[in-house]
T-cell receptor, first 114, second 115 residues
Framework: AQSVSQHNHHVILSEAASLELGCNYS??????LFWYVQYPGQHLQLLLK??????LVKGIKGFEAEFIKSKFSFNLRKPSVQWSDTAEYFC????????????FGAGTILRVKS | DAGITQSPRHKVTETGTPVTLRCHQT?????MYWYRQDPGHGLRLIHY???????DKGEVSDGYSVSRSKTEDFLLTLESATSSQTSVYFC??????????????FGQGTRLTVV
């Protein structure tokens, strides 16, 4: 079965610290990869996406992610976090071979201390 | 924002009663999904649809059924609600075809409480 693993459930950082959130998925083949963010009390918003091409993807608010096919990974990074980045972050994967089911990881709650 | 409307936005119901949640889209996207969100579990897929009358189960489908009689509407039914189904439910839509491949767009969510 498809699965998506996010390595850290809670992360606490100080402002200006660098961020890396891990995401691994369990299957090969052609995949579409996503990172979503959910601010408190709100619905999910797309941060960035990978469909094909350059494996280094840039998204909104200074976030980027790198697709490493050999490692089945799609890690999210930001060089310098801000207090406003406090939110929950979700990695998600969609694959043609699995009927385009969109499967999410369990999420990482990021708290940025000012 | 993508044209997705979930109704109701909030509902309190009693154990054993049937409940139907509605997701309505105006984007004509083929794929529609129902998720539940619970602390520590992220978003778990309940059911999804890949076209009118075409649906499939997700990872937590027990106790839930769905129907899609029109492209724009995807209904989630709890036949006999239980307290374990207290959750926030999100609908999402996306498109995947040769000329258009999109991310998922989410509705605002429905907070369901089963007492």
């Amino acid at each position: 079965a498809q699965s998506v693993s996010q390595h850290n459930h809670h992360v606490i950082l100080s402002e200006a610290a660098s961020l890396e959130l891990g995401c691994n998925y369990s299957y090969g083949g052609t995949v579409n990869l996503f990172w979503y963010v959910q601010y408190p009390g709100q619905h999910l918003q797309l941060l960035l996406k990978y469909f094909s091409g350059d494996p280094l993807v840039k998204g909104i608010k200074g976030f980027e992610a790198e697709f490493i096919k050999s490692k089945f990974s799609f890690n999210l990074r930001k060089p310098s976090v801000q207090w406003s980045d406090t939110a929950e972050y979700f990695c998600a994967v969609k694959a043609w071979e699995y009927g385009n089911k969109l499967v999410f990881g369990a999420g990482t709650i990021l708290r940025v201390k000012s | 924002d993508a044209g997705i409307t979930q109704s109701p936005r909030h509902k309190v119901t009693e154990t054993g009663t049937p409940v139907t949640l509605r997701c309505h889209q105006t984007e004509n996207h083929r794929y529609m999904y129902w998720y539940r969100q619970d602390p520590g579990h992220g978003l778990r897929l309940i059911h999804y649809s890949y076209g009118v009358k075409d649906t499939d189960k997700g990872e937590v489908s027990d106790g839930y059924s769905v129907s899609r009689s029109k492209t724009e509407d995807f209904l989630l039914t709890l036949e006999s609600a239980t307290s374990s189904q207290t959750s926030v439910y999100f609908c999402a839509i996306s498109e995947s075809r040769q000329d258009l491949n999109t991310e998922a767009f989410f509705g605002q969510g429905t907070r369901l409480t089963v007492v």
